[in-house]
């Protein structure tokens, strides 16, 4: 798989295994969340720390698991953004959509609707 999942404290936390560049990586983890939405509000927080790029494909991907989880009432939260991944939201102006935290345990206990970033 290439991912990891696990559910903490009803909160699924997803670790890709691979940079995300629009391929089998990237749609194995746009399908984990659309399953996930299709039973409840999806919590999520995709942990980045083994990600260190993120390709154009990889960003609408993350745009549309984003937006999946907001349309079924559930949020999403990058934690362990690194720096070329951040730089990348910055590029192409997506840090404003995204909620970013420094480490899983800060995403998963941030308050609802939190607009501060964290990075």
């Not at 590029?91 to 404003?96: D, I, K, P, Q, V």
Request: negative net charge; hydrophobic residues 45%.
């Amino acid at each position: 798989m290439p991912y990891e999942s696990r559910v903490v404290s009803g909160v699924n936390v997803l670790t890709p295994r691979k940079n995300l560049v629009g391929g089998v990586e990237t749609a194995a983890l746009t399908g984990a969340v659309t399953a996930l939405a299709a039973m409840d509000a999806p919590r999520i927080v995709l942990d980045l720390h083994r990600i260190t790029w993120v390709s154009s494909l990889g960003v609408e991907e993350l745009r549309r698991i984003h937006r999946t989880c907001v349309d079924h009432q559930g949020w999403l939260r990058l934690a362990c953004v690194t720096g070329r991944v951040e730089d990348v939201l910055l590029t192409m102006r997506l840090h404003w959509v995204f909620e970013t935290f420094d480490s899983v345990e800060e995403a998963m206990a941030a308050p609802l609707h939190s607009t501060t970033h964290h990075t």
